[in-house]
């Protein structure tokens, strides 16, 4: 048998699992961790600037392609409290990241050592697992059950915790027959798939929902062929956005409160019965369950049997893996067509995208200070379909969410459920480290920007090329809306007159000597005709200098976004002018008609 320390089986462990990267700050309690991945080789180690940064980097990390798992590394005090936002961030949208800490020796652990906190009793409530190792003969066990866990039923996160006399002690460890432990998941049977399609098949006008499940169960083409057989039409949710194309002719489009298009929520409001797949049914999503449900059947598969009823109570739910259900899906709708016994959908769809043909926002605006639609207009015509595009949070992530498009799983990679800000630096960095080769967009208002803004000089650093769109408002766009109902405008402008940048007039922060100070490049723009421009050079300074490069837009300082002020999604509040001609919205999916 070999001997090595705890650290080192842990590193062998993690290449066997398949990690070939990692992000994180080393610290003293976590110095042999460290050395032990020195020393064994294999894994890249991206050094962070902030240990919340990293764990969002493993995030980005994971969520770009089927099978990644993100690490972060830090020690257990400030560092372990720092990742808990990552771990937070993680669980709410399924996403399983490994945080690893250093901890004081056990022997302190409670005698307030330097630096020794609890941090397993304070990350359990978001993650699937979280322990303090404290026998260095249960590190590998404790890492194989993580791998287990993160991977089975709902994915989620893990954080393990290692007191610096744990990871120094030599254990037994056999590392070339280890294997990873089966993962679980819920299938569905036949019988359930046959009521499921048997209620859909009843239906006059069904619509698919299909959630950020179907993309991390990797299912996007199955769900893609099930709806062409039954020409159902699919309403992706923000976390399954980019499911199918854009531009699929069963394409519904989006439907909530604020991150949706006027064509979905009005099919959606059409429909009397639907099917939803890997989705969570988000308050933002659904809005007032009353509206929502009214007049609708609703079936719910789900890889998380508690959530089936956790909203509302479906008609008929199903716990299943999503590319499990949706293989049953594809084979059962398979024999029916054969059979000729699945109904004609084709007018059903048709009106879908007659809608998608009409109901449409502007974008195409002249105004100086530049109005956010144009921005988007913009990156749509800079931006191609292999773009992956990273946003979290506020009215840039909402209007682009709007007004961007997307045609691939894994192209529009957000924060959906906790939403924090700074997330959108380190989770491109993340995103961009994961595939190098590609397009890597990040969408940000100046507050989100500002909130990390110190991991820009990680992709300066370790050479991470990729666009940043920043739209510059000088406001909390998001709560400066929102206090519209308490009628107030509180707290949440960021406007002063840079004493070092006057020419900024109130737009307070010069970005660009910020961005640039980091190692990076910036360009500003204040006039909407040389946006294109500047993200073609943007592209062409991020492959030149291997660096991330900002494109900043000096937008109006206030612009009202589309959304419900009622919480109810027939009731969406176009506070901006509609497209009524073509030329209002060039870069739709549709040709606007008239």
Not at 233 to 241: A, E, F, Q
Not at 547 to 556: G, N, R, S, T
Request: glycine share 8%; proline share 6%.
């Amino acid at each position: 048998m070999a001997r090595m320390t705890a650290a080192r089986a842990a590193v062998e462990i993690l290449k066997r699992e398949g990690v070939s990267n990692a992000f994180g700050v080393p610290g003293a309690a976590i110095n042999p961790f460290y050395a032990a991945l020195k020393a064994s080789g294999g894994i890249n180690h991206t050094l962070a600037r902030h240990v919340e940064g990293a764990s969002h980097m493993a995030e980005g990390y994971t969520r770009t392609h089927p099978g990644n798992i993100g690490v972060c590394i830090g020690t257990s005090g400030p560092a372990g409290t720092d990742m808990i936002t990552g771990l937070y961030s993680a669980i709410g949208d399924s996403i399983p990241i490994l945080c690893i800490t250093g901890q004081a020796p056990t022997a302190v652990i409670h005698k307030e050592d330097f630096q020794a906190v609890d941090i397993a009793s304070i990350a359990k409530p978001v993650a699937k697992m979280a322990v303090t190792v404290l026998e260095a003969a249960q590190v590998p066990g404790v890492f194989q059950q993580a791998f287990h866990l993160m991977r089975s039923g709902r994915p989620g996160p893990v954080l393990i915790d290692l007191p610096i006399d744990v990871q120094l002690t030599e254990i037994e460890f056999d590392p070339e027959t280890y294997e990873p432990l089966p993962v679980y998941k819920p299938a569905a049977t036949r019988a359930q798939i046959e009521k499921a399609i048997g209620l859909l098949n009843a239906a006059e006008r069904p619509l698919i929902v299909a959630g950020g499940g179907v993309i991390n169960a990797d299912a996007a083409e199955l769900l893609v062929e099930f709806a062409e057989l039954t020409g159902t039409p699919v309403v992706p949710t923000l976390m399954g956005w980019g499911l199918l194309p854009d531009d699929h002719e069963l394409n519904a489009g989006m439907v909530g409160l604020q991150t949706s298009h006027r064509y979905g929520n009005a099919t959606f409001l059409e429909s009397d019965f639907v099917l939803g797949i890997g989705n969570r049914w988000a308050n933002r999503h659904t809005g007032k369950l009353d509206v929502y449900t009214d007049g609708r059947k609703f079936v719910h598969v789900d890889v998380e049997p508690t959530q089936i009823g956790k909203i509302f109570a479906p008609d008929y739910g199903i716990a299943s893996d999503a590319k499990a259900a949706l293989e049953l899906f594809v084979e059962v709708a398979k024999e029916l067509k054969a059979a000729g016994k699945l109904p004609d959908r084709s007018a059903w769809a048709a009106s879908a995208q007659e809608r998608k043909a009409s109901l449409q926002r502007r974008t195409h605006f002249d105004d100086i200070p530049i109005k956010p639609q144009r921005v988007y207009e913009e990156m749509n015509k800079a931006f191609g379909p292999e773009t992956r595009y990273v946003s979290t949070i506020g009215l840039s992530q909402i209007a682009g969410a709007q007004m961007l498009h997307v045609f691939k799983p894994r192209h529009w990679i957000n924060c959906g459920q906790a939403g924090p800000l700074g997330w959108t630096i380190p989770a491109a960095l993340g995103v961009a480290k994961a595939d190098p080769e590609a397009q890597v967009v990040a969408l940000s208002g100046d507050y989100d920007f500002q909130f990390m803004i110190e991991e820009l000089a990680v992709g300066a650093q370790h050479k991470i090329p990729y666009v940043h769109v920043l739209v510059n408002n000088s406001y909390l766009g998001l709560i400066r809306q929102a206090q519209r109902a308490f009628d107030i405008d509180f707290q949440v402008n960021l406007e002063f007159e840079n004493i070092n940048s006057p020419e900024l007039g109130v737009y307070g922060v010069d970005h660009v000597k910020v961005a640039e100070g980091l190692g990076c490049k910036a360009i500003r723009v204040t006039d909407p005709a040389e946006l294109g421009a500047a993200f073609e050079q943007a592209k062409k300074l991020a492959q030149e200098y291997q660096v991330p490069v900002v494109v900043e837009a000096i937008l109006e300082r206030i612009t009202n976004i589309s959304m419900s002020t009622t919480n109810d999604i027939s009731n969406v509040v176009e506070f901006e002018e509609i497209a009524t001609e073509p030329e209002h919205a060039p870069t739709s999916i549709k040709t606007l008609k008239v």
